[in-house]
C-alpha cells in the first residue's frame, strides 16, 4: 500500500521564495483531503493511511497550520532546524514547539543548522542529529521517531549511519519526488509550493502517474544541475 507525503515550508504572505503556501490555499488543499475521505498517516502508530503532511525549517507560520489541523482532526510532522529556533525570531520558540506538540502533532529533526548531511563526517552527522532530537524530547516530553534530510540531501551512506549509530530514527524523508510504502527506505515526498495549483494538487493526492514522473524527471534534471555545479565549486 503506498502512500502520498507532502513537504511544506512557509504558509504565510508572499516572500522572495516559492517555497510557500498561502494561507487560504493551505486551508483548501486539507478541507479537500478531509472532504474526500483521505486516510492521515500518523507515524506514531505506523505508515498505514493514504497521506502525511509534513512541514521543514520550524518558520513561524507553522504554528498557525498546526492550528488549522488540529481543528480538521489532521497530524502532521514538523521537521525542525535547532539554529534556526534558537537564533531567528521568525522561526518557532520553544513555547510554539510545546504547543505543536501538545495539539497531537509530530516533531522531527531537521538538523542542527540547515546544511547538508553529505558534506559531513559520520562523527558530525551522528552527533549533530542527537543533539538535535535530545533538545526536542526536552521540550516536548516526547520521543523522536524521524528526522528529515535538509535539501533531500541524502546518500544511502548517511542513511546506513543513522539506521547503525540513531535507530531511534524509525523513519527518514527526503526529499524525491514520488509516493512512498512500507517497503521504501526512506519516506520521499512531493512539494507543495505557491505554484502548485488546486488542479496539480488533486494530481498529487490521486497519484497521477504522468505527473508524478514529470515531477521525478525535473527533481533529477535539477539534482544533475546542482552536482555539476558542486563537483565545479569542490562541495560534495
Known amino acids: 500500500m503506498s502512500f502520498v507525503c507532502l513537504m511544506y515550508h512557509e504558509i504565510a504572505s508572499p516572500y522572495k521564495h516559492k517555497f510557500y503556501v498561502t494561507p487560504e490555499n493551505f486551508r483548501m488543499q486539507m478541507e479537500y483531503i478531509v472532504s474526500n475521505g483521505y486516510k492521515i498517516v500518523n507515524l506514531n502508530e505506523s505508515l498505514d493511511g493514504d497521506v502525511l503532511i509534513t512541514f521543514d525549517d520550524g ?3 507553522n504554528l498557525d497550520a498546526a492550528r488549522i489541523l488540529a481543528k480538521l482532526g489532521i497530524s502532521a510532522v514538523f ?9 531567528n ?3 518557532l520558540n520553544e513555547e510554539d514547539i510545546k504547543e505543536i506538540s501538545s495539539l497531537g502533532h509530530v516533531i522531527g529533526a531537521h538538523g542542527k543548522y540547515h546544511d547538508w548531511w553529505t558534506t559531513k563526517s559520520k562523527d558530525q552527522l ?10 526536542i524530547e526536552r521540550i516536548t516530553g516526547r520521543k523522536v521517531i524521524t528526522c528529515s534530510a535538509p535539501g533531500g540531501r541524502i546518500k544511502d ?10 535507530p531511534y530514527f524509525k ?14 527506505k526512506m519516506i520521499h515526498s512531493m512539494p507543495v509550493t505557491i505554484t502548485t ?6 494530481k498529487i493526492m490521486d497519484k497521477d502517474c504522468f505527473y508524478y514522473k514529470k515531477s521525478l524527471f525535473i527533481y533529477n534534471f535539477k539534482e544533475l544541475a546542482k552536482n555539476i555545479i558542486y563537483k565545479i565549486k569542490g562541495i560534495e
Open 89 to 91: 525570531k521568525d522561526y
Open 171 to 184: 523513519y527518514i524523508r527526503n526529499s524525491v519526488c514520488s509516493f512512498s510504502s512500507e517497503k521504501d
Open 197 to 202: 495549483t488546486m488542479n496539480e494538487f488533486k
Open 126 to 135: 551522528i552527533s549533530e542529529l542527537d543533539e538535535t532530537a535530545r533538545w
Open 79 to 87: 521537521y525542525l532546524v535547532k539554529d534556526f529556533s534558537l537564533n
Open 157 to 166: 551512506k548517511e542513511y546506513q549511519t543513522i539506521k547503525q549509530s540513531l
Open 59 to 61: 518558520h513561524k507560520s
